[in-house]
């Protein structure tokens, strides 16, 4: 289940690190934005139901690493160009994005925040970059295996139905 999947990432992943938030980002169908679909705490959960989103490319590092593919370091966030400032994460003091993506196609990005500045080494991003990777590859397992899941039960309904009708003989019963 891709929910449970996501869920239990951000979770695991603020816990053992002791980050201050994390959240993951999908692309939309569109492809114009990143959706947050998992957060962590009350924040987190708020920010997910009122579908918050970032448009790829847009002034944030969200926006930037999904439109890139690459990871991307706000050291201090008060000096950085494109952090996007949420309200609700006051005590953001430097975030840290990287892609999740799978073949060179992102799906979207795994986003940290500390309350300590520069808190983000090169040995965290590759940290990062590696449980992204990982994470991308179950993203896309889950969507294939609910992909497949609708798949077999439209097959199965469709079975039932032709089931049904192959022993309706008259015209009117099979109208019916």
Known sequence: NLED???RAVELIRERFDYYHAGIFLID???K???LREATGEVGAALVARGHRLPVGSQSIIGWVTANNQPRVASDVSHDPIHFRNELLPGTRSEAAVPLQVGGQVLGALDVQSLEPHAFGPEDLAILQTLAD???AAIQNARLAQTSAVAAERARMISE???AMSGLVEI???LE
């Open 161 to 163: 139905v032709t089931t």
């Open 172 to 174: 009117d019963r099979v």
């Open 134 to 136: 990982q994470l991308s």
């Open 29 to 31: 169908d569109t492809g």
């Open 33 to 35: 934005n990143a959706v």
């Open 5 to 7: 999947l996501l869920r």
